[in-house]
């Protein structure tokens, strides 16, 4: 199983970016998806999570109503929108395999498939 991040960088404060995961070695469209981040010297925590058929999403609440999570189980990819991004969105992020269907994990050692993670930092 594979999974690669892209789209991370540099934005100002209040700006948005997109990131993208695509996933390859799995049956995609059979387990939901998950974002998380991690900043220096804190622990990897959820950000949100999309159900197999992209229905549902779950959300850590100071990203609720900011960050979207879509996918496109044809292409096996799975995108992070972030709007109104703020300093203390600054981290590395990850996306997750999560293998259930329904979002049932929450805490990054219920993971075992992960990506290599991609830089996001907003400064101006």
């Known amino acids: 199983v594979q999974l690669v991040e892209s789209g991370g960088g540099l934005v100002q404060p209040g700006g948005s970016l997109r990131l993208s995961c695509a996933v390859s070695g799995i049956t995609f469209e059979h387990y939901s998806m998950a974002w998380f981040r991690q900043a220096p010297g804190v622990e990897r925590e959820f950000v949100g999570c999309?159900?197999?058929?992209?229905?549902?999403?779950v959300w850590e609440d100071s990203v609720k109503g900011r960050f979207t999570i879509s996918r496109d189980n044809a292409k096996k990819t799975v995108s992070l929108q972030m709007d109104s991004l703020n300093r203390e969105d600054t981290a590395n992020y990850f996306c997750a395999l999560d293998t259930s269907a329904y979002c049932t994990g929450y805490t990054w050692s219920e993971y075992e498939y992960w990506g290599q993670g991609t830089q996001v930092t907003v400064s101006s």
């Open positions: 999309i159900t197999w058929n992209g229905v549902n999403t």
